[in-house]
């Protein structure tokens, strides 16, 4: 059974810095690239980053480019993103999911929430 | 990187049918047959429940189905059921190694 599990959500202040972390079981993780999505309150879902299978390939949202960083270590099966100078709008829930071969996610966990407040 | 368009609301009576629109452009929808569609339950996690435009998961009602023309992917679910009353969201592959998700819709169940 595909399990996904967020963790690494917290109040923060504006401008601080948060990293997640994403532990999955139950597939191949090194073979899958994977993704991180946030979702405001509220609001509607939004592609944050990706990371291919060994960590060559990396893309950001123009919302986050320069301030978020992805990383992955296969060796634990688990995915990361290190989020710096924090800002208002950055709050939201953040999911890991894995994607389908053709790059769709399919599979999400649960989430982990980030609030950016002073 | 702007947001597929998707109505805000929809709704209809238990045993109808009802279609959910997701409009992008020539850069996302209408250029790869990469769209997703996703049912969201209040505080719970997204769930696939189409993807590639017309493919339907393992464990997905067949009441779900998909398709597309042009720059506009759509959504139906036939034989409406109270379980169905979800927030549903598309997905587009967006080139360049970029997703694009709509805003959402709310089905309301009457």
């Known amino acids: 059974e595909v399990q996904l599990v967020e963790s690494g959500g917290g109040l923060v202040k504006p401008g601080g810095s948060l990293r997640l972390s994403c532990a999955a079981s139950g597939f191949n993780f090194s073979s899958y690239s994977m993704n991180w999505v946030r979702q405001a309150p509220g609001k509607g879902l939004e592609w944050v980053s990706s990371i291919s299978s060994s960590s060559g390939y990396i893309y950001f949202a123009d919302s986050v480019k320069g301030r978020f960083t992805i990383s992955r270590d296969n060796a634990k099966n688990s995915l990361y993103l290190q989020m710096n100078s924090l800002r208002a709008e950055d709050t939201a829930v953040y999911y890991c999911?894995?994607?389908?071969?053709?790059?769709?996610?399919?599979?999400w966990g649960q989430g982990t929430p980030v609030t950016v407040s002073s | 990187q702007s947001a597929l368009t998707q109505p805000a609301s929809v709704s209809g009576s238990p045993g109808q049918s009802i279609t959910i629109s997701c409009t992008g452009t020539s850069s996302d929808v209408g250029s790869y047959n990469l769209v997703s569609w996703y049912q969201q339950h209040p505080g719970k996690a997204p769930k696939l429940m189409i993807y590639?435009?017309?493919k339907r998961p393992s464990g997905v009602s067949n009441r779900f189905s998909g398709s597309k023309s042009g720059n506009t992917a759509s959504l139906t679910i036939s034989g409406l059921q109270a379980e169905d009353e979800a927030d549903y969201y598309c997905?587009?592959?967006?080139?360049?190694?970029?997703?694009?998700f709509g805003g959402g819709t709310k089905l309301t169940v009457l």
């Open positions: 997905c587009s592959y967006a080139g360049s190694n970029t997703l694009v």
């Open positions: 590639e435009v017309t």
């Open positions: 999911a894995k994607p389908l071969r053709s790059g769709l996610p399919d599979f």
